[in-house]
């Protein structure tokens, strides 16, 4: 079956550098989050979009910007990068509906980040 | 807010002995349950999930999990484990229906089966 791919896997940037982080989701999923995992820390909640419109926001900072496009995939925009923003994002996908059943977020392998 | 605690960060546990890894949840609302695992340098994969119905939910690789209400619980076992289970294990909550849907996770737990 089809999962969520995230472009590039690996990304080593310098300081104040810009990176851009893709993300295609599963097909006909209609949801797209975003999370950033540091070394030995659990996964933060960023952003979310529904259907191409912003739905949530977590502790993005706001050097950070996202969107996501017609079809569906999201891109994570990170500019003047700091040593801190090393970590693994993930982008997980889902199909909203009515029904509870629904809700599960299916996770990508992540992009790992290195900034130095 | 809610908000996920998962009590052990390390578990070490002999190869076919039974384990359970915990985890509570605090949430003014009803919330979906989650457990995730992820092996060394990759991605999040579903064990299991509750949404409603039944307390004891099964999932894959042999994995269960028990939701208590008036615990908040929902702690993760396994009754015979293989090495092949070593990974890092992380509990999630979710509140939808609602918009957004984001999850919040707990700080993981690490679990080291030992030959």
């Known amino acids: 079956a089809a999962g969520v791919i995230q472009s590039p896997r690996h990304l080593i940037k310098e300081k104040r550098e810009t990176a851009t982080l893709k993300c295609y989701p599963i097909?006909?999923?209609?949801?797209v989050y975003w999370y950033q995992q540091g070394p030995g820390q659990d996964p933060q909640f960023l952003i979310s979009?529904?259907?191409?419109?912003?739905?949530d926001k977590g502790s993005i900072p706001d050097r950070f910007s996202a969107q996501q496009f017609s079809d569906y995939h999201s891109e994570l925009n990170m500019s003047s990068l700091e040593l801190g923003d090393s970590a693994l994002y993930f982008c997980?996908?889902?199909?909203?509906?009515?029904?509870?059943?629904?809700?599960?977020?299916?996770f990508g392998p992540g992009t790992r980040l290195t900034v130095t | 807010a809610q908000s996920v605690t998962q009590l052990d960060s390390q578990v070490p546990v002999f190869e076919e002995a039974p384990v359970e890894l915990r985890c509570n949840y605090s949430s003014s609302v009803s919330v979906y349950l989650f457990w995730y695992v992820q092996y060394p340098n990759q991605g999040l994969q579903l064990l299991l999930k509750?949404?409603?119905?039944?307390?004891l939910v099964k999932g894959i690789n042999g994995f269960e999990a028990e939701f208590n209400k008036s615990q908040t619980s929902f702690h993760l076992r396994k009754p015979s484990v293989h090495i092949s289970d070593t990974a890092e294990y992380f509990c999630a909550v979710s509140t939808a229906p609602n918009t957004g849907n984001q999850f919040y996770f707990g700080t993981g737990t690490s679990l080291t089966v030992i030959p």
């Open positions: 509750y949404l409603s119905g039944s307390t």
């Open positions: 997980a996908s889902s199909y909203r509906a009515t029904e509870r059943g629904s809700y599960e977020q299916y």
């Open positions: 979009f529904y259907e191409k419109m912003q739905s």
């Open positions: 097909p006909r999923h209609d949801t």
